[in-house]
Each structure stands twice: as C-alpha cells, then as structure tokens.
C-alpha cells in the first residue's frame, strides 16, 4: 500500500480509503489509484466494489409549492437516518410541456408534470448522485435511458395520481379520500354539495371528482347543472369558482374543494359576500397542508400523507440502490378525513359555530 | 484534472497559509487525524477533535482548491419553522443552479445516525460552501463548521448575527416602526402588541420599535396591552382572545408574526369581531397565505427567497476565495398595506 500511495503521490490512509469503498476521496485521484491498485491486482478489473455518492437527489416543479418542504422533510427525515444526504432541484416547466398559453398565466405551482430540462441531468451525471426522486415530474425517454445507463435508479412521489407504470411510485387515495369527504357533507344533513376539482387531465383531480360523484350517487343525490366545477388546485379559482356557485339560483350549502389551496379561494369569495364558515357554507379541502390548521376557521380536509409518501418513496429508493428488490413497485397511502371547524350540520349551525 | 502534486488535504494554496502538516504538528497528532477532522469523519477521540478544531480556528485554516470539494452548497436547517425554509431554499436553488451546483439540504435537529455529530454528516460531503439558517443554531455548532475551513455564511431570520461570520438578515427594526406608524397614522392609539419569544433578537427588535414608534406619537404602549407569546398559530388566538376580551381592548393588534396575526384573526371570529372593522391586524413575514385569509392581510414583508439568494452569493463568493464586505447584509423589510387595517371606529 505504502508503494501505491507513493506512485500516486498521496497518503497511506488515501489508498485505504479507496480499498475500503469510502467516498471521501476526489474522483480524480480514486481514479488514478484504483488504476494502480488494479495494476497490482488488489482490485478486480471487473466489478469494482460499489462506489455511492452518498446523495440522493430530490427533483421537484417548483420550490414553491406549499408542500414542498412536507416532502423534503419526509426525505431528509428516511435519508438522514441512513446516513445519507439529500441534494435538491427546481426544474421549470418548459414550452413544450405547456402548449396553453392560458394554463401558462395560471401555472398551477407544483400540480402539473413537467420534464427536468438537459442541464439538470448533466449536473447530475457530473457530480454522481445514487438515486432520483421525483416529485410530480417525469422524465423523457432519453433521461430515463441516461439514468439507467448510470445506473441511478428513479422513484417517483405521485401526489398527482398518475403513476408511470415503468417507475416505482408512492401516491395516496385521492378516490377514497373524496368519498369520504362527500360522505362527511352528506352525514351532517347537506344535500345541495357542490365540487371544486382541478384539471380534467390531472388524474388526481378526476379520481377526486369522481370519488365525490360515488358519494352523491350512493346517497340518492342528485348533482345540479353547475356544482361540479373545475379550478386548477390554486386558490384564484376556487375563489373564481365559489363566486360562479353563489350566483346560481339555487346555490349549495357545502362545498368539496378538491385542493386545501383552492377551499382558501373559496373562503375569500364567501368573505366578500358576507357570508360565513360553516354557518352560510360549509367547505371541506383536500391535502392538509399546515396553512389549514390556520385558516378562519380551521379547515376540515382530507389528509394527504405528504410526509409519510416521500419517507416511503426514499425507502424505496434506498433499497433499489442497496440493489435489492421491490416487494411491490406502486403503493397507494390512506387519505383520512380531518374534521375541524370548517363543517356544520345543516340547520344546526347556531352550535357549531358557537364551538371554540 | 488534478495537479497529483500536492494530495491528501492540501491543493495548490498560498504562501503563508496554514496547511494540514503544520496543524498536524501543533496538535501534535498525524496529518491523517487532521484530515478526518475536517472531512468530519468518525474515530477521533473528542478532546483530540475538539483540539485539532481549536488550531484550525485560531490559524484561519482555509481549504485549498476546490477539486476535492463536492459541487454543492449545502443548507443546514435548525428545526426552522417549514412555510420560512421553502422560500430561503428557493432562492438559494435559483443562484446556485446558475453556476451548475447542487443544492443540499440537512436539518441538523434530528438525531445523528451512528452516534456521529450532526455537522459531520454535511462536512462529509465536502461541499462547496454552506449556508446556515439560524433558528437555534448553537456556538458549538458554529464551531464546528468554521473549523472545517468550508465557506459558510448565516442566514438569520431570527436576527442574531455571529460576528465572526458573514450573516445576513432582514431590518426587522425598520419593519416594526413601518407597521406601527401606519396604525398610528390610521388614527389608532390604543394599541395591542403580541410578540414573539423575547429570546430571539428580531422579536426584541420589532417590540422595540414598536414602542418607539407609539413614544414618538405621544401614546406610549400600555403594558396592559402587551403579550409575549411564542410564532405560533394556537398562541396568537390565545393572547388575541385576552386583548379582545379586555373591558378596554385594543383598536389594533401589531403581531410578532403572521401566524400569531392568523390566531388573532381566529379569536377575532370566535368572540364575533370583525376585522378591520372592530379590530385592526398587521402581522409579519408575508407568508403566502396572508393573501387569502379573509380579509388578506396588512403585513410586513420579510424577502425570504431574496435572503437565499443573497446568502448564496456570499458563500460562492467566499468558495473563490474572495473576501466578502460588509460581513453583514440586512435586506429591507416592506410594509404590505392589505385588509386587515381600516381607521378605528369613532
């Protein structure tokens, strides 16, 4: 060893660390001295022992979505424990992702699917990374194919619900999670419910509309021309939207937003009518992000595991880059209804709202 | 790539600079332990450690080149409250990015796996500089990163400068005087004040300000109208709920933040106030959701991502060895007039 580290013009403990897979030597020089090592034979030539980086990567649309960082805790929190750390990017959406100008100007932050762009991968190739996760992006065929060439395995966390069938994915049960909400709506009395989903092409947003239909149906409900209504998760068209419910003739008494984002719209539209939560429409969101606990007043919403989903989701990835197999490539997590002030019984509003 | 000539911790580096041989030396120990020590490595016996780090200190010791350093700039997060971190995270991503790094993230507030120091897992990577957020950083962890001779600086939202190192802020003072001339000049005079924990400077700075401000105005703040809470939502409705409770209450209520402002709101609603109506608002941050709270909200803005960003062009500033001036930076608080403040009713 003393001979390698004097032909490589480095220490004794540099060789070892090499010898022992450690990576905290530069490239360059774990280079030049597994090339001395192997021409001595203390390495095999072939399958050289795993090197890791030691970093996982985090790609998301855009840092400033309101749950961002419930992910990036969930992460760091997996990662951490594994002694691993977490290396995170923004990627924009790019023309030919968004072909509507419209969607453009109202860019959901965060919601919709856009590919990394060239640079972030070759960043990545660059200064090696052990595993990918993505948060509601997707790679195109060549960076998927450049990826596997390196041989950095992709996890995708899928709040969108739209699971590429080829990538191992985390998502949670939007479908469910709506049905139970409509069922909250319809136990407390309400039957004039109105929907507020997003992006018929979101497949999140369907499976929510959907879930709230099951429910109406299975109540006996009927769904009145102009309750279901389509917004794009942000709160400028709940707001939009819960203003076209209230100029209905006969406008509903509850409210579903599919997005926690878009049932804070729907707060502000009833502001500036003068009407109240609950007692003039009770409104229920979908996400739990923390803002709900300090809405006015605190919103009732169905919890999507923000958290718990990255935690997974970099399981996952840990075990594909410990290079071992998947029990299972698609996991869905429960979406449980969190009841807080924001709902009330039909006609027994004068109670709830009294409640602290 | 890399010269071969000068290997182990060194690089090429300036005459008159300290190098590891020569701490090693001091120490009294092997390059090799000085090595471990700066790339935060296990298996050093603490006193060992604790004084391998006093001499790197005391002698400036300063990485040579960067080819051995990791294309990153991390950021070491404390236990900050999350809605803060995702914006400095955001402009920190957006300059680093540009120069083709990555962009790391560590809480240091979790427990360190292997029984290692929760620094030692970043200095690990080597990265190219780090940022600190402070929230709850101790000088002992301070300690830890200079001595590594990695390029930090600190982001202090909470307002305590360390002033052996680049800091930057936001001139919490200013927004203070800004929030309460406005009440004032709206016709208000009795006002409420809830602040955030007195231990963090930037509540201190904001109080005061206040207080200055009601002074100048010749309506000094009463202390019955004065509460210390900590940033938290459930302690803004719970010391609004007192203030509006008061057979005297407050015409306004200036908040240590804006989720202290959100409970006020909350308390506002379950005692039947209406804001602005019978109660005036202002909080402080301009977190997102000030927007659309119903009614949106008078805050002062603290430019988060700007203070990423800002810190983020001092440390690559520092990793290419240039010196940074002044060594610290306050970025300027603005006065968001919103809903939440209307006259007070005659």
């Not at chain 2, 930037?202 to 940033?231: Q, T």
């Amino acid at each position: 060893m003393a001979e390698i580290a004097a032909e490589a013009g480095v220490s004794v403990p540099t060789v070892s660390k090499v010898l022992n897979g450690r990576h905290d030597v530069a490239p360059a020089t774990r280079e030049r001295i597994e090339e001395l090592l192997r021409a001595r034979s203390y390495l095999p030539r072939r399958n050289p022992p795993a090197r890791t980086a030691g970093l996982i990567d985090v790609v998301f649309v855009d840092l400033g979505s309101a749950w961002a960082m419930q992910i990036l805790a969930g992460v760091e929190e997996v990662a951490h424990r594994a002694g691993t750390g977490v290396v995170v990017s923004a990627v924009r959406h790019t023309p030919h992702v968004d072909r509507d100008a419209e969607r453009n100007r109202f860019e959901p932050r965060g919601r919709t699917r856009t590919a990394p762009d060239r640079r972030w991968l070759e960043h990545l190739a660059a200064r090696r990374s052990d595993g990918v996760l993505l948060v509601l992006s997707e790679l195109a065929a060549d960076q998927r194919a450049r990826l596997a060439e390196l041989g950095i395995p992709v996890v995708v966390v899928d709040p969108a619900g739209q699971p590429d069938p080829s990538v191992p994915s985390v998502g949670a049960t939007n479908w469910t999670g709506a049905l139970t909400a409509t069922e909250h709506l319809i136990g407390l009395g309400h039957q004039r419910i109105a929907v507020i989903g997003g992006p018929g092409d979101v497949l999140c947003s369907r499976a929510r509309v959907d879930g709230y239909r099951a429910a109406m149906h299975a109540a006996g409900l009927p769904v009145p021309a102009g309750y279901e209504r389509t917004g794009d998760f942000t709160s400028p068209t709940g707001h939009r939207e819960t203003l076209a419910l209230l100029d209905l003739p006969t406008p509903p008494t509850a409210v579903f937003a599919a997005a926690d984002e878009m049932a804070r719209g729907a707060y502000e539209a009833l502001y500036e009518r003068g009407l109240r939560v609950p007692d003039d429409m009770s409104v229920v969101g979908f996400d739990d992000l923390e803002q709900a606990r300090w809405s006015i007043p605190p919103l009732t919403t169905v919890r999507q595991p923000l958290t718990e989903m990255a935690g997974l989701a970099t399981r996952m990835l840990l075990t594909l880059i410990a290079g071992e197999p998947l029990d299972s490539t698609r996991l869905e997590l429960a979406t449980p209804l969190v009841v807080r002030a924001s709902t009330a019984a039909l006609g027994n509003i004068s109670m709830s709202s009294a409640r602290s | 790539m890399d010269s071969g000539k000068s290997q182990g911790q060194g690089g090429r580096r300036r005459r008159g600079e300290v190098t590891v041989a020569a701490i090693a030396q001091l120490a009294g120990v092997s390059p090799p332990t000085v090595s471990k020590v700066l790339n935060g490595r296990s298996g050093i016996a603490v006193q060992t450690r604790d004084r391998v780090e006093a001499l790197l200190r005391e002698h400036g010791y300063r990485r040579g080149g960067s080819a051995a350093a990791s294309p990153s700039v991390e950021v070491a997060f404390y236990g900050l409250e999350s809605h803060l971190a995702m914006e400095i995270l955001r402009g920190v991503e957006q300059v680093v990015r540009d120069r083709g790094l990555a962009v790391g993230f560590t809480d240091l507030q979790g427990p360190a796996p292997g029984g290692r120091r929760t620094a030692d897992r970043l200095l690990a990577r080597r990265p190219t500089g780090v940022i600190a957020v402070n929230s709850a950083f101790r000088a002992r962890q301070y300690e830890q990163l200079t001595a590594s001779g990695v390029p930090m600086v600190v982001l202090d939202p909470t307002g305590e400068p360390m002033h052996s190192i680049p800091s930057v802020g936001a001139t919490n003072w200013s927004g203070g005087i800004a929030a309460t001339r406005h009440l004032l000049d709206l016709g208000h005079r009795r006002v409420g004040v809830i602040t955030g924990p007195m231990e963090y400077l930037c509540a201190r700075a904001r109080l005061e300000a206040c207080r200055g401000a009601l002074d100048a105005a010749g309506v000094p703040l009463d202390p019955v109208l004065l509460r210390h809470g900590r940033f938290h939502f459930d302690d803004g409705v719970l010391l609004g709920r007192q203030l509006l409770s008061l057979p005297d209450p407050p015409t306004a209520i200036l908040c240590g933040d804006d989720l202290q402002a959100l409970g006020v709101y909350e308390a506002a609603r379950l005692l039947g106030r209406r804001i602005p109506d019978d109660v005036s608002v202002v909080g402080f941050d301009d977190i997102e959701v000030t927007r659309w709270c119903g009614p949106p909200m008078t805050t002062v803005r603290q430019p988060f991502a700007e203070m990423g960003a800002t810190a983020a062009r001092m440390v690559l500033q520092l990793a290419v060895g240039e010196p940074v001036e002044p060594g610290r930076v306050e970025l300027a608080t603005q006065l968001v007039v919103r809903a939440s403040t209307a006259p007070p009713r005659a």
